[in-house]
């Protein structure tokens, strides 16, 4: 769009938050503000380019309270926002990655001056004022992708002293689950441990989690926050690292079974597994399909821990092409189940 109340250059794409979760000038509402003045960190052009900059291109800093109430940077991640930027590729269903409309390449010159420009004019425009350096003890934490909903998972914490000299340190470890939002609803488990470290030595220390440690707290979206923190004997170091993942539910597996022409009944299958050592109380199906299928909802009841269940629906076509069936599982005990298939309809 034209943006006549910006300077010249600014117009063109321009990007919103369709759902913002706080308000703007006494609106709920975020944008728009220009995507050249985004990717340049020019956060003072309007309308709500701080918040929208975050979001796609931020630094996390990690800060600590001292004893007399200041607060000491003791790390730096710069590299932790802003990844897979994505939207529909045209024709298809496939990803298009579009990070780089938003943000110049991670780690190049140009990335890191939008980043300080924007930090400039923001609340602590001196964070990068000061040459912060990394401590000579560096925790990295990771998990394994695609965690199911149910099992027992492990966290590795990597230790590794990049020093020449031994090293000791006290590291504490706090498991917490967190809404959607990133907001933490509370902590499920703690843990701490010594680690004694040679001389550019590394370690790991593996934290195993059962499914009865966390599934009930568990909240909307199944996200978790891991949080490692400890300091240095021998320097004084603080040490500090943060890794939020979330547990993957099941898919609904959708089967067409047979020709789908228009007026003729077919059948699909949808096949559900429930992965949690606990039966799924009073569970319904819904289902629908432009073209497909109207609404439809399907009363299950109960299904058993672990078990795995096959539902068949009739429905009839009623329009030719490419349609998509979508059905989605309603539980207490588990959400954010979906299952969605592309279905090639004929003409009678």
Not at 124 to 137: I, L
Not at 247 to 275: C, H, S
Request: net charge negative; aromatic share 6%; charged share 25%.
């Amino acid at each position: 769009m034209s943006r006549s109340d910006l300077p010249a250059g600014f117009g063109g794409w321009q990007v919103i938050d369709a759902t913002p979760q706080e308000t703007s000038c006494g609106l709920y509402c975020c944008g728009p503000a220009s995507l050249v003045a985004i990717r340049n960190g020019m956060v003072y052009l309007k309308y709500d380019a701080p918040f929208i900059f975050a979001e796609v291109n931020s630094d996390k800093v990690y800060w600590q309270r001292q004893p007399d109430g200041s607060f000491q940077k003791v790390l730096v991640q710069k590299k932790a926002v802003g990844h897979k930027i994505s939207t529909k590729a045209v024709g298809s269903d496939e990803r298009e990655d579009i990070t780089e409309s938003y943000k110049f390449s991670e780690g190049t010159d140009e990335e890191r001056i939008a980043v300080e420009t924007a930090c400039r004019h923001g609340s602590r425009p001196d964070t990068y004022a000061d040459q912060w350096t990394s401590s000579d003890v560096e925790v990295t934490v990771h998990t394994d992708d695609g965690i199911v909903m149910g099992s027992d998972f492990t966290v590795t914490v990597g230790v590794a002293n990049v020093s020449s000299e031994c090293r000791s340190l006290t590291l504490f470890s706090q498991a917490a689950v967190m809404y959607y939002t990133g907001v933490a609803k509370g902590t499920f488990k703690r843990d701490k441990c010594d680690v004694l470290l040679e001389p550019r030595e590394e370690k790991e220390v593996k934290l195993v989690f059962r499914n009865d440690d966390y599934l009930e707290f568990l909240v909307d979206q199944a996200a978790m926050m891991f949080t490692v923190s400890g300091r240095v004997k021998e320097t004084g170091q603080a040490i500090v690292n943060q890794h939020s993942f979330r547990l993957r539910t099941p898919d609904l597996r959708i089967t067409p079974v047979g020709d789908a022409v228009v007026g003729k009944a077919m059948k699909v299958e949808i096949m559900l597994t429930n992965p949690l050592p606990k039966s799924l109380k009073s569970v319904v199906l819904r289902i629908e399909g432009p073209g497909l299928q109207n609404p439809r909802k399907v009363n299950i009841g109960d299904v058993p821990r672990h078990a795995t269940i096959t539902v068949t629906e009739n429905l009839v076509p009623s329009k030719p092409g490419p349609r998509k069936l979508i059905a989605s599982l309603d539980s207490q005990q588990l959400t954010q189940v979906h299952g969605v298939v592309e279905v090639m309809v004929r003409e009678s």
